[in-house]
C-alpha cells in the first residue's frame, strides 16, 4: 500500500527544478530591476504549493512578500481584490509587526496605505472603468497613479518586492487591466510579480495581456508539467518502483492533487493524513462547481452517468435536455474546464476521472438509476457493443430487466479475452441475480392465472461463469473470488443435489488453489451429505475434498484418505487414480514408503491411460480435478526421487491446466516443475520455469508460492556457481539437548545455496532453531536424511561434529530405504570422515553416493565432492607413478578416463571403442595394479599425476 502525506505536501513542494527557476527569476529584485513570472497549471498541479515555496524563500533573503488570490469566480468580487487582498493584510500590521522575518526587516512600506485608498476609490464604474481602448483618458490616468504607487511600495522595500498573485484566472476585470498596465509598463524598480493561473480557464484579457508581454519580453513564462514518477514517489514516501505508485501515478497522471486523493482511497479510511487528502479535493471540486447553473449541473451529471467518453446528443439523451440545451451547457463547461475534448468526432470527456466520480457521486441515487437506464436505450439504439452497454444495465437497479442478461453475457464473454477481469465479474454477478429474479417471477406466474411467463429463465451455463471465476483466482481477487462465488451457489440453489456438484466441485477446489481450504471444505461438506449412498458421484466429492487440501498446500487428514479405499471400490477410473495418489502422497510423508510405492504405481498406470473429459464437460467423476490429481501424483514420485515420472506428470497437469483454462493451478505446478527440474540436476530449465512460476505466483497473490520459488532459484544459481556473498548470521546454539532442526523444503533451498557458497554458519541458522526458538517438529521420514545430510555438511564447515548428524542420517536411511535417501546417508559419512581428516573414505562415500543418486543435483554434487576429496587424499599420499609403467598405452588411456569419473559408455565413446572392450581393459588394468574398485584406480591416477 502506498501512503497519501496530504499535511506534508501542504507544506512544501517536490517540484525543485520549478523552484530554482522562480528563484532565478525573483533574483533581479534585488538589483532593482522589474519582473513579471506567469505561473500556468492545471488545477491540483501544485502552484500554490510551489508559490508558497518561492515566498519562504524570498523571505529568507530578506525580500517583502505580499500574496493575493483570486478568491473566486470572476465577477463575483470587489474591484482589484487580488491586489487590495495582498496590500491590506500588510497594512493592517503594525510598525514592531512589521520588523518581523515574515515580511523583512524594516518594512513599513508607508505607500502601501496610500496605494489601497486609491484602489478603493475608482474613479468611475468599475466596469467602465476595465475596458481598454482609445478616449479613456480619466481611466488610463487612474491605472497610471496605481502603476506609480506600486513602485512607490517596490522602492521603499529596500531587498525588493515579491507581489504573488495567485488563482488570477478568477480575478475581476479591473485587476486584470492593472496588470496589464504593469506587463506593458513596468516598475522600474525592484518589483517582481508571479501570476498564477489555470489556462484554460483564464479570461481572454488576461492570455492577450501575458502573451502580449512575452513578446515584448517583460513576462517569463513557467509551465507545470506532469509530476515524474520519482516525484509521485516522493510525495507519497514511497519506493519509485512500487507498482502500486506506479499505477496511481498513471492514474492521476502525474497530478499531485489528485495523486494524494487516489492514494487516500486505497489507504486506512481512519487514517488522517488519507482524510484530509480526500477532503481538500473534495472542497476544492465543491467550490469549482458550486457556479454552476441547473441546466449545467444537471449536463455534467448525465455526462458523469454516461462515463469516461460522452457527446451531445448522449447528454441531451439522458439528461434530457432540449438539444441547444444541452449544447450551449456543454460550450459552459468547457469553458470552466471541467470538460474537455476527446479523440473521436464530438467527443466529450472530463479533465479527470476523480472529477468524474464526485459529480457522480453528488446525483441522487434514484435519478441516477433512471439515467442509466435512458443510457442504455440511447446507446442501444445507437449500436454501441455489449462492453459500453452493460456498466448501464449493473446500475439502472431495480430497472433492470431479465433480457438484460443477454447484454450482461455477450459483454463478459468481451472483457475476459481484453484482460478486464473485474468488470466481467460484476456482469456476471448481475447476470445471476437477473437469473433469479426471472426464476422468481415466472415462479408467482405459474401460480397465477393467465398466459405463462415467456421470459428466459433458465441458468446461466458454467461456460460463462467458470472462466470469470478462474480468471479471478489467477489474479488473487479475493474479495471479487468470493462474492461471485456467493451469486453462483445462489442462483443454482433450487437444482437438486446431483446437478448442483457439478457446480460446487470446480468452485470448492479454485477456492482451494487460492488458499482458502476451510471455505472449500464448507462447500464440500453439505453436497457430501446431500449425496450419501449415490455411488460413483459421492466417490468423486470425497476423492476431491481430500484434494482441496493438497490444493491448499496442506497434506489431508491420514484418516480421511483412508476412508477413501472403502469410498471409491466402485468409482470410476478418474477417481480411483485420483484416490490412490492421495493415498501414495499420504504414505510418502508418513514413512510407509512401501505402501506409497504401490499406490503411486497403480495411481500413475491409472492417470497415464487415462482420456479425461473434454474442456467444458462436467461428468460425475469431475474432470476438473484431473490436473489436480496429476499435480498430487508428482509431488509424491519427487519426493520419493523419482524425477523422471514427476516431470512428465507435472508437465501433463500443466497442458491440461492450460487446456481447460486452470490457470488458478499454474502457479503451484510450475513450482513444482521448476523444483522437479532442480532436483534431477537441469539447472537452466529451472531457472526458466521459476521465472513463470514467480510471475504467476505474485499475480496471483501466492506468496508462500513466490518463496518457495525463490529459494530454488538461489539454489539453482548456486549450484551454477553464482554465490553472491552473504552476511553471515551467529551460530545458532544447536547442540542444546532436545533441539530438533527444522524441516522446511524452502530452508532446505536456501541451506544449499548457502553451503555453495561456502556460508556454513548460515546454513546451520536456517536449518537449526536459535536455542530459545520455539520447538519445531522433526523432520518427515522422507526429508530426514536430507536434512541431516546438509547438517552434517554444515557442522564440516564450521569445524563442528559432523557424526551424529551422520549417524542419524544413516538410521532412517536404513528405515525408508530409498535409494535417494540412503545416497544423502553416504553424503552425510562422507562429510563426517572429511571433517576428521579421512579424504581417501570421505571419497569412497562420495563416489558411492553418486552411484545412487546419479546425474541429480545431489548426485553431481556427491561427483564433485568425491573428486575434492580425492585430491586431498592424493596430496597426503605418495606418487604412484612407478605402477602405471606395466600398463599398455590403450589401458594407459582407459585408466586416465576412469579416474576422470568417466562411465564406461562415455569412455568408449571417447577411444571410439565398443563398451565390451573396455570392460576387458579395466579387468586387465585392476589385475596389473592392484585394485578392484573405480574409486581406488581413480585415487590411484590422482597420486601418480
Not at 597426503?876 to 585408466?895: I, K, M, Q, Y
Amino acid at each position: 500500500m502506498v501512503t497519501a502525506l496530504a499535511p506534508r505536501y501542504a507544506r512544501t513542494t517536490v517540484r525543485r527544478s520549478e523552484l530554482r527557476t522562480l528563484t532565478e527569476l525573483v533574483g533581479p529584485a534585488a538589483a532593482g530591476r522589474a519582473a513579471t513570472v506567469e505561473l500556468t497549471g492545471d488545477p491540483g498541479s501544485g502552484k500554490t504549493a510551489l508559490l508558497a515555496a518561492l515566498a519562504a524563500e524570498a523571505r529568507r533573503a530578506g525580500r517583502v512578500v505580499l500574496r493575493g488570490l483570486g478568491g473566486g469566480t470572476a465577477g463575483q468580487q470587489a474591484p482589484f481584490w487580488p491586489f487590495v487582498e495582498a496590500l491590506g493584510t500588510l497594512d493592517g500590521l503594525g510598525p514592531a509587526q512589521r520588523d518581523t522575518p515574515a515580511y523583512g526587516a524594516g518594512t513599513a512600506l508607508p505607500p502601501a496605505a496610500g496605494l489601497l485608498r486609491r484602489l478603493a476609490q475608482p474613479p468611475e464604474d468599475p466596469d467602465t472603468l476595465a475596458e481598454s481602448g482609445g478616449g479613456l483618458t480619466r481611466g488610463c490616468q487612474y491605472f497610471a497613479e496605481l502603476r506609480r504607487l506600486l513602485a512607490d511600495c517596490a522602492a521603499a522595500a529596500p531587498h525588493g518586492l515579491l507581489l504573488v498573485l495567485d488563482d488570477f484566472h478568477w480575478a475581476d476585470p479591473c485587476s486584470v487591466r492593472l496588470l496589464e498596465t504593469l506587463i506593458r509598463r513596468p516598475v522600474g524598480t525592484g518589483l517582481v510579480t508571479v501570476v498564477a493561473h489555470r489556462p484554460r480557464q483564464a479570461p481572454v484579457g488576461l492570455r492577450l495581456a501575458v502573451r502580449h508581454g512575452v513578446e515584448l519580453g517583460t513576462v517569463d513564462e513557467i509551465g507545470l508539467a506532469p509530476l515524474t514518477l520519482d516525484q509521485s514517489a516522493e510525495l507519497l514516501g514511497a519506493a519509485p518502483d512500487t507498482p502500486a505508485l506506479r499505477r496511481l501515478h498513471t492514474r492521476s497522471g502525474g497530478n499531485p492533487l489528485y495523486l494524494t486523493a487516489l492514494a487516500a482511497a486505497d489507504g486506512d479510511p481512519d487514517d488522517l493524513a488519507h482524510l484530509d487528502a480526500r477532503r481538500d479535493l473534495e472542497t476544492r471540486l465543491l467550490a469549482e462547481c458550486a457556479p454552476l447553473t441547473d441546466d449545467e449541473r444537471l449536463a455534467a451529471q448525465a455526462a458523469a452517468v454516461l462515463g469516461d467518453t460522452f457527446d451531445v446528443e448522449a447528454v441531451a439523451a439522458v439528461a434530457p435536455l432540449r438539444h441547444g440545451v444541452a449544447c450551449r451547457t456543454l460550450g459552459a463547461l468547457r469553458h470552466r474546464d471541467l470538460i474537455r475534448s476527446a479523440p473521436g468526432h464530438g467527443a466529450l470527456t472530463f479533465r479527470h476521472a476523480l472529477l468524474r466520480d464526485f459529480l457522480y457521486a453528488e446525483t441522487d441515487a434514484c435519478w441516477r438509476a433512471a439515467a442509466h437506464r435512458r443510457a442504455l436505450d440511447h446507446l442501444a439504439e445507437r449500436g454501441a457493443p455489449p462492453l459500453d452497454l452493460a456498466p448501464h444495465v449493473v446500475r439502472s437497479g431495480t430497472l433492470a430487466t431479465p433480457e438484460d442478461r443477454a447484454v450482461l453475457t455477450a459483454a463478459v464473454k468481451e472483457a475476459l479475452p481484453a484482460g478486464r477481469t473485474a468488470p466481467a465479474a460484476q456482469w456476471t454477478a448481475s447476470a445471476l441475480r437477473l437469473q433469479r429474479a426471472a426464476l422468481e417471477q415466472s415462479g408467482r406466474r405459474a401460480t397465477a392465472p393467465g398466459p405463462a411467463a415467456t421470459a428466459d429463465t433458465g441458468p446461466l451455463g458454467r461456460e460463462l461463469w467458470l472462466p470469470v471465476v478462474r480468471a479471478l483466482a489467477a489474479e488473487g481477487d479475493l474479495p471479487r473470488l468470493r462474492a461471485l462465488v456467493r451469486e453462483i451457489l445462489a442462483a443454482h440453489t433450487r437444482l437438486p443435489a446431483a446437478e448442483r456438484a457439478a457446480v460446487v466441485a470446480p468452485l470448492a477446489l479454485i477456492l482451494a488453489a487460492c488458499g482458502l481450504a476451510e471455505e472449500a471444505q464448507a462447500l464440500f461438506t453439505p453436497l457430501l451429505a446431500a449425496l450419501r449412498g449415490t455411488g460413483p458421484q459421492e466417490a468423486a466429492l470425497h476423492v476431491q475434498s481430500q484434494l482441496a487440501w493438497v490444493l491448499a498446500g496442506q497434506l489431508p487428514p491420514r484418516a480421511e484418505v483412508e476412508v477413501l479405499a472403502r469410498h471409491t471400490a466402485d468409482a470410476g477410473p478418474l477417481t480411483a487414480g485420483g484416490a490412490l495418489a492421495l493415498r501414495g502422497l499420504s504414505s510418502v510423508f508418513t514413512g510407509d514408503l512401501c505402501a506409497a510405492e504401490g499406490n503411486l504405481d497403480a495411481s500413475a498406470h491409472i492417470l497415464d491411460g487415462l482420456d479425461p473429459e473434454p474442456p467444458g464437460g462436467a461428468g460425475a467423476e469431475g474432470p476438473d480435478a484431473f490436473a489436480g490429481y496429476l499435480l498430487v501424483l508428482a509431488c509424491a514420485e519427487s519426493a520419493m526421487g523419482w524425477y523422471g515420472p514427476a516431470q512428465a506428470h507435472v508437465e501433463r497437469a500443466l497442458a491440461e491446466a492450460r487446456l481447460r483454462g486452470d490457470a488458478q493451478l499454474l502457479p503451484t505446478l510450475l513450482n513444482v516443475l521448476a523444483y522437479v527440474e532442480y532436483q534431477a540436476g537441469r539447472m537452466s530449465d529451472a531457472l526458466e520455469t521459476a521465472r513463470e512460476a514467480r510471475a504467476t505466483a505474485l499475480a496471483a497473490g501466492r506468496d508462500h508460492l513466490v518463496t518457495l520459488v525463490d529459494a530454488i532459484t538461489a539454489a539453482a544459481w548456486a549450484w551454477l556457481g553464482d554465490t553472491a556473498p552473504r552476511r553471515a548470521p551467529g551460530r545458532p546454539e544447536w547442540t542444546a539437548a532436545g533441539v530438533v532442526p527444522r524441516a522446511s523444503v524452502i530452508a532446505l533451498l536456501h541451506a544449499e545455496a548457502a553451503l555453495a557458497a561456502g556460508d556454513g554458519a548460515r546454513a546451520l541458522a536456517l536449518l537449526m532453531p536459535a536455542r530459545d526458538a520455539r520447538r519445531v517438529p522433526e523432520p518427515t521420514p522422507i526429508l530426514a536424511a536430507r536434512v541431516y545430510e546438509l547438517l552434517a555438511a554444515a557442522c564440516a564447515a564450521t569445524g563442528a561434529d559432523a557424526d551424529e548428524w551422520a549417524e542419524r542420517a544413516a538410521a532412517v536411511a536404513a528405515t525408508v530405504n530409498v535409494a535417494e535417501q540412503r545416497g544423502h546417508a553416504l553424503l552425510a559419512r562422507g562429510h563426517a570422515l572429511l571433517a576428521r581428516s579421512l579424504p581417501d573414505q570421505a571419497a569412497r562415500c562420495y563416489d558411492e553416493a553418486y552411484g545412487l543418486l546419479g546425474e541429480t543435483a545431489a548426485g553431481m554434487r556427491a561427483r564433485d565432492l568425491a573428486h575434492t576429496a580425492l585430491l586431498a587424499a592424493c596430496a597426503a599420499a605418495p606418487s604412484d607413478a612407478d605402477a602405471l609403467a606395466g600398463l599398455t598405452l590403450r589401458e594407459r588411456e582407459v585408466a586416465e578416463l576412469a579416474g576422470q569419473g568417466l562411465k564406461t559408455r562415455d569412455i568408449a565413446e571417447r577411444l571410439v571403442v565398443s563398451p565390451r572392450t573396455v570392460d576387458v581393459h579395466l579387468t586387465r588394468i585392476y589385475s596389473k595394479l592392484g585394485v578392484n574398485t573405480r574409486a581406488a584406480l581413480a585415487r590411484l591416477m590422482a597420486r601418480a599425476a
